[in-house]
């Protein structure tokens, strides 16, 4: 725990992505997209629990089994109410701190993680991020809040897209929430540089990262993904004309 609090990473997973179904259990250097979130989260020093948060939705079943197979906690829950799948979910396990974790980012890294949950415990904010201000490449992104805070946001926001994207509430309202920023320092601030994972041409990329790094070290950093596109501009160009779907974060 930090600071006498509980700290879970929902991770948000469902296998209907409209761009790219079943993305959550592509295989990465042969091991599930999914599972190599669950584990690059749980190398956290600062995350007591994660938990996948899917619905319940049939075609999500196999996510479930993926989480049996890997003894990682889930929970199910409404296919369109995200904000409401994440604070249920959080609160089926205690939470006072949220890390919303994401099934196109399996790139993340748990320093940065750390660094944005430190951030959010010791400044006294409401909610973390360390994408307020774009600099960090595209699938580095962290958001933290506190339970509190999304907890109070379900109860207020009346309009439906606020639930279709868990933070957006408290993303959008900086007069009601305190928020920070974690900004990225030297080569790691890449902004135009995409990691998500949302299309095959992500996917291809990403993939290639993952042959190139996860053999010489599980766990890699952002660092080290940069530092080897930076050498390999041929592999950046792969998905650079994909447009960003971000209607809200």
């Known amino acids: 725990m930090i600071s006498g609090k509980k700290v879970v990473a929902t991770i ?3 296998m209907t992505s409209s761009r790219l179904p079943g993305k959550a259990l592509l295989r990465l250097a042969g091991v599930p997209v999914l599972q190599h979130i669950i584990e690059r989260h749980k190398r956290s020093s600062f995350i007591d629990e994660v938990v996948i948060a899917t619905t319940t939705n049939p075609d999500d079943d196999p996510i479930v089994e993926l989480c049996k197979v890997t003894g990682c906690k889930f929970y199910r829950g409404s296919e369109n109410d995200v904000l409401g799948r994440i604070l249920a979910a959080a609160s089926v396990y205690n939470a006072d701190i949220i890390v919303q974790g994401m099934a196109d980012s399996p790139l993340v890294d748990w320093r940065i993680v750390d660094c944005v949950i430190k951030m959010l415990s010791e400044g006294d904010y409401d909610f973390v991020s360390n994408e307020l201000e774009e600099t960090f490449p595209v699938g580095f992104d962290v958001r933290a809040c506190t339970y ?13 897209r606020y639930h279709e994207h868990a933070t957006y509430y408290l993303f959008t309202h900086p007069d009601q929430y305190r ?9 790691i601030e890449w902004p135009t540089l995409r990691l998500t994972l949302d299309t095959p041409e992500d996917y291809t ?6 042959d190139e790094l996860y053999s010489k070290n599980h766990d890699f950093s952002a660092e080290d993904v940069v530092r080897f596109l930076k050498g390999r501009p041929d592999l950046v160009a792969i998905n650079k004309e994909v447009k960003q779907y971000n209607p809200a974060i």
């Open 148 to 160: 509190a805070a999304l907890e109070e946001s379900n109860r207020v926001a009346v309009d439906p």
């Open 205 to 210: 990329l990403i993939g290639m990262v993952y």
């Open 179 to 187: 928020q920070g920023n974690l900004k990225a320092e030297g080569d």
């Open 12 to 14: 948000q997973t469902r």
